[in-house]
C-alpha cells in the first residue's frame, strides 16, 4: 500500500490526453448547475488514491455532475503506468494480454458496464458510453473494443515493459496465489456527491493478476462491484471478486441501510456473510466502502490493510478501516 507514496504527480492527465476522446479530456467543461439545493459535495474511494480522489473533489466543487466526476477522478488511475492493477499497466492474464474491465451507475438508476476489453485504457468512460448511447447495460470483448473505436478511442497496448517483466518472472514458477492487499489493492471503486445531492459510482480495474483468460470478477458487475440508490445511499468492493459476487455485496449493503442499518453496520453485515461460509480463516481480502445520503460513510474489510480516500469539505484525507481479521 506503501507504494502510493511515490506516485509520480506529473504524470497526471498524460494518458487521459493521448489515448481518451472528449468524454474524458473535456469533461472538466461540462457543469452540472442544477445546485439549488447546494448540497454539501464529497467524494469516496477505495485505497490511498490521494490524486484520484482529490481530482473528483475538485470537479464536484466547481460544479460538475457525480457521473461525470466519477469517470474524471478514476481517469486519473486508468493512466496511472505505476498502477499495475487498473488501466494501463496492470497485470496481464496468464497468456500475457492485458483486458479492462468497468462499470458506472447514476442517480437515476442508469448503469453501463464493459467486460473483458483489451486496447484501450479508459475503460470507466466507455462504461458510460455504453449506458448513454446504446439500448444495452454490458458490451463485452471485442464488441466492447469495436464500440470504443466508434466513439473516438484510440487503440494501445495495455502492457507495459514492467508489467511484461513481472509477468514473465511469474511463468517461470506458475503460482496462482493473489497476495493479500497487494494483487487486489487497486481497484478503484468511487463515489461522488454532487452541488445537487445526487450520487453516481464507478469501478475499474484489470483484474486479478494473471487470471484465466477470459476471467471477469465483480468490479463490473453492478450490485457486486458497484450500487448506487439516490434515495438511499451506494456502496463499492474491492478485493476478491468472486466472493463479492456469491453474495451481490454492494446491491446487500444498500438493502441493509434502506432497512435502517449505518454504512458503518451494512459493511460490516456484508463482510461477515462472506465470513460465515469460510471454514477457518480465509487467505483472501474483501472490503467494502459505503455512503448514505447524508454523507455518513462506512468501511469494513475481510483483512486488517484496507483504507480508502475521503474528500469533504475541501480536504483530502486517507483512513484505515478496520477489519475482521488484524
Known sequence: MNRRKFLDKSYLGLSTILVAPEVVTNLGKKKNFLTQKNHHVFAISTWNVPEANQIAGKA?????????????GVAYEESNLLNNSVGKGGAPDRNGIVSLDACVMNHNGDCGAVLAVENITHVAALAKEVMEKTPHVILAGKGARQFAIKQGYRPENLLTEQSKKAWKKWLKNGNYEPE????????????????????????TTSGLAYKM??????????GSGLYIDNNIGGAVATGLGEEVIKTVGSFLIVELMR??????????????RIIEKQKGKPNFQVAYLATNKTGEVGAFSVQSGFSYSLYKSK??????????YK
Request: glycine share 10%; charged share 20%; with cysteine.
Open 259 to 272: 432497512n435502517g442499518l449505518s454504512p458503518q453496520k451494512a459493511c460490516e453485515e456484508a463482510v461477515n
Open 315 to 324: 480536504t483530502n484525507k486517507n483512513l484505515v478501516s478496520n477489519s475482521i
Open 180 to 203: 493479500i492487499n497487494v494483487e487486489n489493492h487497486d481497484t478503484i471503486g468511487m463515489i461522488c456527491c454532487d452541488k445537487s445531492g445526487n450520487l453516481s459510482g464507478a469501478c
Open 60 to 72: 464536484l466543487e466547481d460544479g460538475l455532475s457525480a457521473i461525470d466526476a466519477v469517470v474524471k
Open 213 to 222: 483468460s477470459g476471467r471477469v470478477g465483480d468490479s463490473p458487475i453492478i
